[in-house]
């Protein structure tokens, strides 16, 4: 992998070294696993929300007495 710097003497291109390039992929898979990890999230509040007014209509509840809970 190639790693750009701007000098004053203008741009410059240098591989990465061993070390740059294992802190890249563990920080690559850092942001991977938190971005998984919101997704999840997301995804459970979504499905909670959907089971929350199934529920809240089975008691009777219409659609605008349940958008009144959340508002």
């Not at 741009?11 to 802190?23: G, L, M, P, R």
């Not at 959907?50 to 009144?68: C, H, N, V």
Request: charged share 40%; glycine share 2%; proline share 1%.
């Amino acid at each position: 992998m190639k790693k750009h710097t701007h000098t004053p003497n203008g741009f410059k291109e240098e591989d990465y070294t061993s070390e740059e390039e294992a802190q890249f992929l563990k920080d690559k898979e850092a942001i991977e696993k938190v971005i998984a990890d919101q997704k999840a999230l997301d995804d459970k509040k979504t499905s909670d929300k959907a089971a929350a007014t199934t529920k809240l209509k089975a008691l009777g509840l219409t659609d605008d007495e349940i958008a009144a809970l959340s508002s």
